[in-house]
Every structure is written in C-alpha cells, then in structure tokens.
C-alpha cells in the first residue's frame, strides 16, 4: 500500500512515458545496455551495469570504463545517472566508444530539480548543456521529459520542508509529504506543456536521443 502511495504522490510525471515509448521503438535483437541501472531491470533483454553490486547488476563496473568492446551495442540508456557521476563527460566517451556508428543513446537528466544523492549529486543540465556534452554525436534531439508544473511541484515541497524541517529531518519529510500530497495532482498540467517550444526553460527533466 505504502509503495503503491509512493509511485502516485509524486512530483514526477512524463507525459509522454519516454523511457517505455523509447523501449518500444528498439528493433528486435538490439543489443541494449542500461548504464548506471540500479536495481532495477527495464526489460529482460536489456544488459544493466552498475558501480554497485545490487540485485538485477549483471555487469560491476565504472561507468566512465567498461569492459565492453568498442562498437558492439546499438543502444545505451542514461536514465537520472549523468547528474550523480563527478565527470558526466567522461560517462558520455564511454558512451560514444562503445555504441556502434547508428547507435542510439537515451539520455534522461534533471534540471529544475532538487538536490537527490544517490550517493551524490553533482550538476543538473540545460538544453544547451546537454546538447554541448553530447556534441560529438551526429545527431541530438532534446525534448521536456518532466515538465514545468514537476518542477514547481518539487520545488514547492522541498522548500517547505526545508523552513519547517530546519534541522529535524523528520519534520522534514512530513513537511515535504504534506504539501506533495496537496499539490502532486497539479503535475498533470504538464500534459498541455511539455510540447510547447519553451517548455525546456522551466522542466524538470529533459530527455535527450543522440544517434552516433
């Protein structure tokens, strides 16, 4: 019940359900790598590597270095990963060597979105940020993943949990919940701007296909 709660009152919504839409457009057969995965597997097929040895890792390794071969995957997914690695540029050559030339990454990153460390949080990107980052790419398409109504929504919570939490992380979280609770519906207003050309100003996250 707790969890079922948990995935509902949220900021976070994506109108256009990028990560499985992107899945279901992945020829039969791809060879699919999800960097930085955690414990969680987006479909059988795909091959998950993490820094950390969790349930549903197949591969243990940096992400910045694989073992993979050069030129051998047609398609990696950077989901929430590039904001917690201290050299992101680093993550992306890893990228780029490994896919093969028509390869396809999916790369999701936050940009109004607060502070989440798992276990650190180092930047958040832009349009132009991400666009600059992945340069080396023949092509790149950046869209509005979460849009500006996500952003407010967890802004708005995560500061009033911030004034009424001061140093108490549990009045903190109540806080945080309590105004989540009131305000997470308004999110679905994003399904009427995240198209709109600049949507990106104000997102919460932006989603990024980059073909090598």
């Not at 949507?199 to 980059?210: V, Y």
């Amino acid at each position: 019940m707790y969890n079922s709660l948990k995935q509902v009152i949220t900021s976070e919504y994506s109108p256009h359900d990028t990560l499985n839409s992107f899945l279901a457009s992945i020829p039969q057969g791809s060879m699919v790598v999800e960097f930085g995965s955690g414990a969680r597997r987006v479909r059988p097929d795909v091959l998950n590597i993490d820094l950390f040895p969790t349930p549903n890792v197949d591969l243990v390794a940096n992400v910045e270095h694989t073992p993979l071969a050069s030129d051998s995957i047609d398609v990696v997914i950077l989901d929430s990963v590039i904001e917690h690695v201290p050299n992101p540029a680093a993550v992306v050559d890893e990228v780029f060597r490994v896919l093969k030339p028509g390869g396809t990454l999916l790369c999701i990153n936050p940009f109004l979105f607060p502070y989440h460390g798992y276990p650190a949080h180092y930047c958040n990107f832009t349009k132009d940020g991400i666009e600059q980052l992945l340069q080396r790419f023949a092509r790149v398409e950046v869209q509005t993943h979460q849009g500006p109504t996500s952003a407010i929504v967890n802004i708005l919570s995560e500061y009033i949990g911030v004034v009424i939490g001061r140093e108490n992380r549990t009045r903190y979280m109540i806080a945080k919940a309590a105004i989540l609770t009131l305000t997470f519906p308004l999110k679905f207003i994003d399904k009427f701007l995240v198209d709109r050309p600049e949507s990106h100003r104000i997102a919460s996250m932006l989603s990024t296909i980059a073909t090598k």
